[in-house]
């Protein structure tokens, strides 16, 4: 079981920054990677970015690429995502996911993706 915590969602203006945490615990070192994912209102819950735990590949959506980075700590248990130059179509909750199975690599959706957090809100305004 791996257990996973978001925090760093706000409020904040279009053009701004915000800096989203996941904090894992319990089997983390087998999981093969963590992705953030979002959720809008009424609309389905998409990929965002993706980062291999161990080796710090990464892979992202179209949408973020260029304005948002994933990493990851190991000694934290850590993963964050930098968002930049944030727009209004960026507010959504966002949740931070663990793989465990190396199937297909980063380039999974969400049923790819074995473990959950509760979301953290994002709110960008114009």
């Known amino acids: 079981q791996v257990q996973l915590v978001e925090s760093g969602g706000g409020l904040v203006q279009a053009g701004g920054s915000l800096r989203l945490s996941c904090a894992a615990s319990?089997?983390?070192?087998?999981?093969?990677?963590m992705g953030w994912f979002r959720q809008a209102p009424g609309k389905e819950r998409e990929f965002v970015a993706a980062?291999?735990?161990?080796?710090?590949?990464?892979y992202y959506a179209d949408s973020v690429k260029g304005r948002f980075t994933i990493s990851r700590d190991f000694a934290k248990n850590t993963v964050y995502l930098q968002m930049n130059s944030l727009k209004p179509e960026d507010t959504a909750v966002y949740y931070c996911?663990?793989?465990?199975?190396?199937?297909?690599?980063?380039?999974?959706?969400?049923?790819?993706?074995?473990?959950w957090g509760q979301g953290t809100q994002v709110t960008v305004s114009s």
């Open positions: 319990g089997r983390t070192s087998s999981s093969y990677a």
């Open positions: 980062i291999s735990w161990s080796l710090g590949g990464t």
């Open positions: 996911a663990a793989k465990q199975s190396r199937v297909g690599g980063l380039r999974v959706g969400v049923s790819g993706y074995d473990y």
